[in-house]
């Protein structure tokens, strides 16, 4: 079982920057990493995806604004986040799986492995 750790979330002004890591405790099983957020009372939704080719997809919310990258030797994925506004606000989830079609890649039932979750939050 693959276990996917967060950190990085907090509390910061809009404009302002955070970088949002997630760690897995195996690499073997995983070939694409994402994350998702959800705001109170709003659906969980994709903000970025990257498979294991380096091949990435942004939400159109976030693009220009957020970067996805990943460290295979580290088995670790980042979610840079600038010109953060307040309606990024939400928990942000990563989430990780063996293959996804990428048309499919947007469903949270397309992912297999999930972490705990973290608050981001974007207010003056």
């Known amino acids: 079982q693959v276990q996917l750790v967060e950190s990085g979330g907090g509390l910061v002004q809009p404009g302002g920057s955070l970088r949002l890591s997630c760690t897995a405790s195996e690499s073997f099983s995983i070939n694409d990493m994402g994350w998702f957020r959800q705001a109170p009372g709003k659906e969980r939704e994709l903000v970025a995806a990257?498979?294991?080719?380096?091949?990435?997809t942004y939400a159109d919310s976030v693009k220009g604004r957020f970067t996805l990258s990943r460290d295979k030797a580290k088995n670790t994925g980042y979610l840079q986040m600038n010109s953060l506004k307040p309606e990024d606000t939400a928990v942000y989830y990563c989430a990780a799986d063996a293959n996804i079609p990428p048309r499919l890649m947007y469903r949270t039932s397309s992912w297999d492995y999930w972490g705990q979750g973290t608050q981001v939050t974007v207010s003056s």
């Open positions: 990257i498979t294991s080719g380096g091949s990435t």
